[in-house]
């Protein structure tokens, strides 16, 4: 049986719409408490953290609702990142960890994922055995009287979080003397990141820190950096700091208000991680098949090896555990230092970087000059269906024509979004003008083919 709920990053959709429903949240609250009841044999406790969403408060509600119904005792944290959910879980021994958010997508949408005990997000087989509780709701057993369970709200448990994030910066640097541009995305880090960086010695400028229930990722944060380098500019700021609506990935910005690229960050972060003898035993890279190729070249380059997964940080996470690798990342912006999170960390990721700048004593913009990126050119096609692709011979017929215009120096990658309607065209090569151009022509035939009524 295929996924029909699950995706790439849990469960996500337009909120109050199937299945992104207090309906289905419930009867999600009840599988996952009755999953983890079963395995381990008590009432489990559940952290349920959230971003600032305005549909947040009837999913959580909804969640904490199944959890109690289902006999399971539920801990609210209110808005916590998500990379601070899974620490939590972890740190507090719980039993599962939940968060609600769509991360990057607009406000209109909400998400649900779910993390295990040690606060890594559950493997696909565990998300199919729950999608099967929630399409059959017949199959998780009714609780009634004393095993029913409870709810609590308990705030300082982001206390906790921020205390792991100061932790995880060196002792050996300090943030004294820096000026850092924060935008919080009008997320789940706007109050908690610019805390992190003023505590630990920042002059902080915060942005996206004034969340209303709608504008969470509108026009600020990780995916509109463009706000957040002007303000780098015009306070003459050593750095600009962009999260997304959940925290758990980041966009970067120089002194001189340019975006680094997501690879070029990967690439500054494995280096200082090798040269501090932080990488690895194997000196192992993690990244995905959206990776370009000119990382790959220059980790080769310097000694360490590359190893490709799905699009996905949980997939990043999944091939670290099992090659016992300490670092990977995708050039969205999720980043995952392993000996300090389980999962994708913005503020973690700043100031790794920051400590990479402190280390080689060079301005970050000097750092991202050492990496020479292939040009890369992706597009995103609204579609009404996800057929596959060998099945629509127009498409077949356009990438075959695309890998001749390349002949040879580059590649060409068409991928499903796990949580949009999206096909994501993707052409990267040595010539700019001809990447340009195939990756112009294959989305055009994709939208024929797969976006037209």
């Known amino acids: 049986m295929g996924r029909k709920l699950f995706g790439t990053d849990g469960i996500r959709g337009k909120a109050n719409v199937y299945p992104m429903t207090g309906e289905v949240a419930f009867v999600l609250g009840r599988a996952v408490t ?48 998500t990379p601070g959910v899974a620490f939590v879980t972890q740190s507090m021994r719980a039993d599962a960890g939940v968060m609600i958010s769509a991360s990057h997508n607009s406000f209109e949408d ?31 057993p009714v609780k009634t009287g004393a095993e029913l369970g409870s709810t609590k709200r308990l705030d300082e448990v ?7 994030s100061k932790a995880a910066f060196s002792p050996n640097y300090t943030l004294e003397g820096m000026r850092i541009v924060v935008d919080g995305a009008n997320g789940a880090g706007y109050k908690l990141a610019p805390t992190v960086f003023e505590e630990l010695g920042a002059e902080v400028i915060s942005m996206g820190n004034a969340p209303n229930g709608t504008n969470i990722n509108a026009h600020c944060g990780a995916l509109h950096p463009e706000l957040c380098a002007e303000a780098v500019k015009k306070y003459r700021a050593d750095l600009g700091v962009c999260l997304d609506g959940d925290g758990d990935r980041l ?75 300490l670092f990977g990342g995708e050039p969205s912006g999720h980043l995952v230092f392993k000996k300090y999170s389980t999962t994708g960390d913005g503020i973690l990721a700043a100031l790794k970087i920051i400590e990479s700048i402190r280390f080689y004593d060079k301005k970050l913009s000097d750092l991202a000059a050492e990496i020479e990126l292939f040009p890369q050119v992706m597009i995103n096609v609204i579609v009404l269906k996800k057929t596959a692709f060998e099945d629509v011979p127009e498409i077949q017929a356009s990438l075959k024509a695309g890998e001749k215009k390349l002949n040879g120096n580059g590649r060409i990658l068409l991928r499903y979004s796990g949580t949009e309607p999206l096909v994501r065209v993707m052409v990267e090569g040595k010539n700019e003008k001809i990447v340009q151009q195939v990756c112009e022509d294959i989305a055009v035939v994709v939208e024929k083919s797969l976006g037209k009524v």
């Open 158 to 164: 982001i206390g906790r979080y921020i205390v792991q």
């Open 251 to 325: 966009t970067i910005v120089d002194s001189n208000g340019e975006v680094i690229h997501g690879d070029k960050v990967i690439g500054i972060c494995a280096k200082f991680l090798k040269d501090t003898g932080e990488l690895g035993p194997k000196n192992e890279v993690v990244g995905t098949v959206m990776s370009n190729f000119g990382l790959e070249q220059f980790l080769t380059q310097h000694g360490m090896n590359f190893t490709r997964t799905q699009v996905g940080d949980r997939y990043i996470v999944e091939q670290m555990r099992k090659e016992g690798a």
């Open 110 to 140: 909400n998400g649900i994922k779910i993390f295990d005990r040690t606060g890594h997000k559950l493997p696909d087989e565990i998300e199919m055995e729950l999608e099967k509780m929630i399409l059959d709701p017949t199959l998780i």
């Open 34 to 81: 009755s999953y983890f009841q079963r395995n381990f044999g008590k009432k489990p406790l559940i952290i349920i953290g959230k971003d600032t969403r305005l549909s947040c408060y009837m999913l959580e509600q909804a969640f904490s609702a199944g959890v109690c119904s289902q006999g399971g005792r539920a801990i609210l944290t209110g808005p916590l990142p």
